[in-house]
């Protein structure tokens, strides 16, 4: 069973800068795909970014080249750093895994396993 945790939210001014992490454990191997979620109050859940067993990124085209997704495969720590953050980047963020990626993950589709969530606000 695999168990997220996600830290490092907070309140941050417009243009500042946050790091997410997400301990995940529970792993057998390095096949699964993680990803970052967010969901402003009153909108529905939307995936932002997903980085595959291989390494490879995908990013949502509202946070492409402000957030990179990385992960520390010794710590089994999932990273998101986000730059020149926004107000509209206010949310509850997540993160999830699974070992496929649903062709409809920009929706917050397919992931089976899920953190808590940790609140982001950016002021203007």
């Known amino acids: 069973q695999v168990q997220l945790v996600e830290s490092g939210g907070g309140s941050v001014q417009a243009g500042g800068s946050l790091r997410l992490s997400c301990a995940a454990s529970?792993?057998?191997?390095?096949?699964?795909?993680m990803g970052w979620f967010r969901q402003a109050p009153g909108k529905k859940r939307e995936g932002i970014a997903v980085?595959?067993?291989?390494?490879?990124?995908i990013y949502a085209a509202s946070v492409k080249g402000r957030f990179t997704v990385s992960l520390d495969n010794a710590k089994n720590i999932l990273y998101l750093q986000m730059n020149n953050l926004k107000p509209e980047d206010t949310a509850v963020y997540y993160c999830?895994?699974?070992?496929?990626?649903?062709?409809?993950?920009?929706?917050?589709?397919?992931?089976?396993?899920w953190g808590q969530g940790t609140q982001v606000s950016v002021s203007s």
């Open positions: 529970g792993y057998t191997s390095r096949r699964y795909y």
């Open positions: 999830a895994a699974d070992r496929v990626l649903s062709g409809a993950w920009r929706r917050a589709v397919g992931f089976a396993y």
């Open positions: 980085i595959e067993p291989d390494d490879n990124t």
